[in-house]
């Protein structure tokens, strides 16, 4: 009797064990790579996060959207010095925790922007739901969107204190680091995703390619050493770099891992989070960052699943070291052999300009000025944008009069024209011209004489490289190379009036 017993329910066992195997197996053996989301990306963009400056305000409703629907709960209620609501977001009911947070430098906003398509994903329902129901039911995971929503009202890094909140682990100043803290000692995660921004310069070791996307395991003590919850956040990396190489090819880099006690991501390492920074840098014609949004919301599900599946644990953590390490070799234009006239002095060099950004008074757009930062060897550099100049000559940008209505009128297809013929300024016959940034054009305004008419180390960068012939080949405007041979010329972001 008791053996008959024993039998039926043992075979019960197995027939559900094999159900439960090959119910499992299908969930399982479905990598990121075998799922339609990257082609889908589009389906879950939040559309109500178009642009870069994404404000406090903007995602409010984003996430009243979540919370209505179910999708999220809300945690812990935290607020800005200035009073703005911290949102803590959980979403999921499965064992093992993890924590992400974005925005904690108030102008670092592509994470924030990838974290509102991940919301999207997980309350979709199409082909990918058997990727997203792993993840909903084997992790609780725990957002804090934009921490610093100060600083991104201002754009600026550090919060409305002029404290750095990623300098305030320890001391806990700023009630953004001290909210934070709260959350992660609270809900204890195994995993943290710490995400960041980082300058479009840095390039991949002393390469010519951007580091897109760096990672750090970051370190809890200054020997550097590895323990078991820090090997685990460089298994995830060696796993998060692979899936990136499919879309950005030789363009991850691994961030400098001095120990930072101050450091929110070295913290949470020592309190045995497994910690995972990523920043977000430059991508080649994506000022806006868009392509690198998309980036991160798929390396960052990738990333999920991986815990959810335990996949990481396979990883050899010595393949870590292999990722080349960030370097900053990258100009936003260079220009090689530029033919310099200093006073009397005749001589070529090479030209590195740099873009510098501010907030317009829109506080919903960046303006640029282009300097030239460099001017030397520039063997060992490269420009996103790179050309020549060893045959072409320089020559100073010329100047046309036109009456501001004239000059309201102007198409780009004029303008453009004017570029080609070595115009590089207007001024206003019958009254004075706006000085600042000057939006969407080709060509600078300008009330007195250009400030340098050449090329100039420190100078803004304005100038014509011309043919032998006299024909203008480049214009550099506010620091933007334009190609004058190609057919279609773009407006630039912004001009500049003098
Ligand atoms: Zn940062």
């Not at 929110?264 to 806006?288: A, M, R, V, W």
């Not at 991160?296 to 292999?322: C, G, M, P, T, W």
């Not at 060099?349 to 919903?364: E, F, P």
Request: charged share 25%.
């Amino acid at each position: 009797m008791m053996r008959t017993k024993l039998l039926v329910t043992s075979a019960f066992i197995t027939i559900g064990a094999l159900v439960g195997f090959s119910l499992r197996r299908e969930a399982t053996r479905l990598a990121i790579e075998d799922t339609s989301i990257w082609q889908s990306y589009d389906r879950y963009q939040e559309q109500g996060i178009q642009h870069l400056m994404v404000k406090h305000t903007e995602i409010q409703p984003l996430i009243n959207k979540h919370l209505a629907s179910g999708l999220l709960r809300s945690g812990l209620q935290g607020t800005s010095v200035q009073g703005r609501s911290i949102n803590h977001l959980v979403a999921g009911k499965g064992k093992t925790k993890v924590l992400l947070w974005s925005q904690m430098h108030g102008d670092e906003s592509t994470a924030t922007m990838a974290l509102f398509d991940i919301f999207n994903f997980l309350s979709a329902a199409d082909e990918n739901d058997s990727f997203r129901r792993l993840l909903m039911e084997k992790l609780e995971l725990h957002f804090v969107p934009m921490i610093n929503p100060d600083g991104a009202e201002l754009w600026k890094r550090r919060n409305a204190m002029d404290i750095d909140i990623n300098r305030d682990a320890r001391a806990l100043t700023t009630p953004e680091g001290r909210f934070l803290m709260k959350v992660a000692d609270e809900i204890k995660p195994r995993f943290g995703f710490n995400l960041h921004d980082q300058n479009a310069l840095h390039s991949v070791g002393s390469s010519s390619k951007p580091a897109t996307i760096s990672f750090l395991a970051p370190a809890y003590n200054h020997a550097r050493d590895m323990n078991e919850t820090r090997e685990n956040a460089a298994k995830m990396i060696i796993l998060m770099n692979r899936t990136l190489q499919k879309y950005l090819p030789d363009q991850v880099a691994k961030y400098n891992d001095a120990h930072e006690p101050r450091g929110f991501g070295d913290t949470f390492q020592k309190k045995g989070i497994s910690t995972i920074l990523i920043e977000s840098g430059g991508y080649l014609n994506d000022p806006q960052k868009q392509y690198i949004r998309k980036l991160n919301f798929y390396v960052l599900l990738s990333a999920l699943h991986a815990i959810a599946k335990e996949a990481y644990e396979q990883e050899d953590v010595e393949r870590y070291y292999s990722i080349p390490e960030n370097g900053r070799f990258l100009f936003n234009v260079v220009i090689r052999n530029a033919e310099i006239v200093k006073d009397s002095l005749r001589y070529r060099t090479s030209v590195g300009i740099n873009h510098y950004t501010s907030l317009d008074a829109t506080r919903k757009r960046l303006n640029y000025r282009g300097a030239i930062d460099e001017l030397a060897d520039m063997h060992d550099n490269y420009g996103y944008h790179d050309v020549d100049a060893a045959s072409l000559l320089s020559v100073p940008g010329k100047v046309i009069a036109m009456k501001k209505d004239e000059w309201e009128k102007l198409s780009l297809k004029s303008e453009a024209a004017l570029l080609r013929q070595g115009y590089l300024y207007i001024r206003f016959s019958d009254q004075r011209s706006p000085t600042g940034p000057v939006p969407n054009r080709l060509l600078n305004l300008i009330n007195g004489s250009p400030l340098s008419l050449s090329i100039a180390l420190y100078q803004n960068a304005n100038f014509v490289l011309a043919a032998r012939d006299g024909k203008p080949a480049y214009a550099v405007v506010n620091g933007f190379l334009i190609d004058l041979n190609k057919e279609k010329i773009s407006s630039l972001p912004n001009t500049y009036g003098y």
